[in-house]
Nanobody, 124 residues
Framework: QLQLAESGGGLVQPGGSLKLSCAASGFTLNSYGIGWFRQAPGKEREGVSCISSHDGTTYYADSVKGRFIISRDNAKNTVYLQMSNLKPEDTAVYYC?????????????????WGQGTQVTVSS
């Protein structure tokens, strides 16, 4: 069973940075594409970024492109989301999940279980 645990959220001022972690247990994380998702109050969960298992190819939603960087550390079985220049509209609970891959490219179609999420609040 794919078990993922998110951490690293918190309260940050606009323009600040946070680094989220997604740790895997029970499986080798680099065997799967992994995506980051977020859900703001009253809104649907949306895909933010993903990284492929094959060669680390990445995808970013337009809303975070140029500000967020996804990466993976296979030795630590962990995927990260470095978030910079944070905006109030980035406020949400952030989740990671294994994602479907098409022709070795990750997608933001989640498969498997969700973790508990980590809260990110951007406010002055």
């Amino acid at each position: 069973q794919l078990q993922l645990a998110e951490s690293g959220g918190g309260l940050v001022q606009p323009g600040g940075s946070l680094k989220l972690s997604c740790a895997a247990s029970g499986f080798t994380l680099n065997s799967y594409g992994i995506g980051w998702f977020r859900q703001a109050p009253g809104k649907e969960r949306e895909g933010v970024s993903c990284i492929s298992s094959h060669d680390g190819t990445t995808y970013y939603a337009d809303s975070v492109k140029g500000r967020f960087i996804i990466s993976r550390d296979n030795a630590k079985n962990t995927v990260y989301l470095q978030m910079s220049n944070l905006k109030p509209e980035d406020t949400a609970v952030y989740y990671c999940a294994a994602v479907a891959e098409v022709q070795a490219m990750c997608t933001i179609s989640p498969v498997g279980n969700w973790g508990q999420g980590t809260q990110v609040t951007v406010s002055s």
